[in-house]
């Protein structure tokens, strides 16, 4: 693959990672304020969220916080490296952020499992596009990578 | 035509659908269509099973199963009736008493038994949760499908790139490659949403048993694909013949939406108008989850007649277009 030809589908692979690691940054905001916030919140269902967050330990807590951080940051970092197809920037990290939002959607699901947050719509939304970005970084653009 | 062209190029096709950006899209966009009705239909029945016990019974494997049965047979009892209503064929005029000399009970009578017949096989006979989440992507699909093939043809004549494969193959081989392709690209994305749905579905709820529900989304996924097909001609007509991918794009849209709004809006005044339907599928297609197999084969003889009636008017485009 010849430099300036960069797939469509690795632009489109790109702005999903900006949106989704936002996306997830912005949840992992919004589980913290729930945690810090959680007894003025009256619906039964985040209600229970919030007590499942406030029953975790200090060293949960800092693992749910760090590797959601660490996911969304490698999600927009290689995000910029599959724009720029480079080799470290883009496939590694790429890879590297895939695994990690794994790890970060693991840790939350342990912390929030029988509640609403629990295993659930968001959790498969959360795992599929790391497993695809998986696949199709090492297989389908996995020559794209040329700088 | 060259029977190994057209492999060549539907090969080719498929292979690298997802390298651009409306392949991933499309990817993306099913399996999050599957799953955000899948989690509609899941979300009430798990709320009210967790409300039904109490939590410690609830978080055993037995007591969530069995709250969880208990719910889907509570709701599938109201919705049993709205199902039947949803399939029922007869007519909506208000039609008069029948008139003498006819039988009583008329043919909405035995529109009506039929209808509940059928909303019994799909809800009772069947897992009902997934026979619920075929039915809505047996209506929201069609919609979906022109994201996949709006784009078959019409930016590469729009960008005339097309002319330097025409060194190397004719237009009909061209032309069926790469409807090929795309339909095999569409076996891949359906099998992948089939299997998405039944994993979330068996991970999330106990209640059916993998073997049934396995073999309800092998033929629900199964009549999703000949479903699709033809809409993928009618979109492969349209691409053909436009001038440009976003014009494509636009009109495969307002086709496949108008069509079923123009029926169910001009049958308010005038009844036969509802016959607009049968211009593509939509007016036969939920048929393909009915418990009859005589109506399931006419009804998908009826999508085949349509996708070979549609790839011989975007062939006969194709061919004779300035490309």
Redesign the interface.
């Known amino acids: 693959m010849s430099e300036g030809t960069r797939p469509g589908g690795l632009t489109a692979l790109a702005v999903l990672n900006f949106l989704l690691g936002a996306q997830h940054l912005l949840h992992t905001g919004g589980l913290l304020v729930m945690r810090f916030f959680g007894d003025r919140i009256k619906p039964t269902e985040v209600r229970e969220m919030a007590d499942a967050l406030n029953a975790a330990s200090p060293l949960e807590l800092i693992a749910l916080v760090a590797s959601s951080a660490i996911a969304s940051v490698l999600m927009v970092v290689a995000g910029v490296g599959y724009l720029q197809q480079r080799r470290t920037l883009g496939r590694r990290i790429g890879n590297l952020a895939s695994l990690t939002m794994i790890v970060a959607v693991a840790v939350e699901q342990n912390l929030l499992s029988g509640t609403d947050g629990g295993f659930g719509f968001r959790t498969f939304a959360s795992v599929l596009y790391p497993v695809l970005s998986l696949v199709l970084l090492n297989t389908t653009f996995k020559e794209d990578f040329v700088r | 035509m060259n029977r190994r062209h057209v492999l060549q190029i539907a090969g080719y096709a498929s292979r690298t659908s ?8 499309f ?2 966009l099913s ?2 269509l599957g ?2 009705v ?2 509609v239909m899941l ?1 009430p029945v798990e ?1 009210a099973a967790r409300r039904a016990v109490n939590p410690a019974l609830y ?1 055993t494997e037995e007591g969530r199963r069995n709250a969880e049965l208990r719910v889907i047979e509570d709701l599938t009892k109201p919705a049993k009736g709205v199902v039947s209503w949803m399939l029922s064929t007869k007519t909506t005029s208000d039609e008069p008493e029948p008139r003498r000399g006819r039988r009583p009970s008329g043919d909405n009578d035995d529109a009506d038994v039929e209808a509940d017949r059928w909303a019994e096989f799909l809800l009772e006979e069947r897992p009902a949760l997934l026979s619920g989440i075929f039915l809505i992507l047996l209506f929201s699909w069609p919609l979906v499908v022109s994201f996949g093939a709006f784009d078959l043809y019409a930016s590469d004549i729009a960008s005339r790139q097309l002319r330097y494969q025409l060194l190397r193959a004719d237009r009909s081989s061209i032309y069926f490659g790469r409807l090929l392709g795309l339909c095999t690209t569409l076996v891949v994305v359906l099998t992948a949403l089939g299997l ?1 749905v039944t994993l ?1 579905l068996g ?2 709820l106990g209640a059916y048993p993998w073997s049934e529900m396995l073999a309800w989304t092998a033929q629900g996924t199964l009549m999703l694909i000949v479903l699709s097909l033809p809409y993928v001609a009618l979109c492969g007509w349209i691409s053909a013949a436009a001038g440009g991918s976003f014009t494509s794009l636009t009109l495969s849209s307002v086709v496949i939406g108008g069509v079923p709004l123009v029926a169910s809006l001009g049958s308010l005044s005038f009844d036969a108008a509802r016959y607009v339907n049968w211009l593509l599928p939509w007016g036969f297609q939920s048929r393909l989850l009915h418990h009859d197999p005589v109506q399931i084969g006419l009804a998908v003889f009826g999508c085949l007649l349509q996708t070979a009636v549609f790839v011989w008017l975007g062939h006969r485009t194709f061919l004779r277009r300035d490309l």
């Open positions: 997802v390298r651009g950006g409306i392949g991933l899209v990817l993306l399996l999050t799953l955000t899948a989690h979300q709320r978080q998405t979330y991970l999330k």
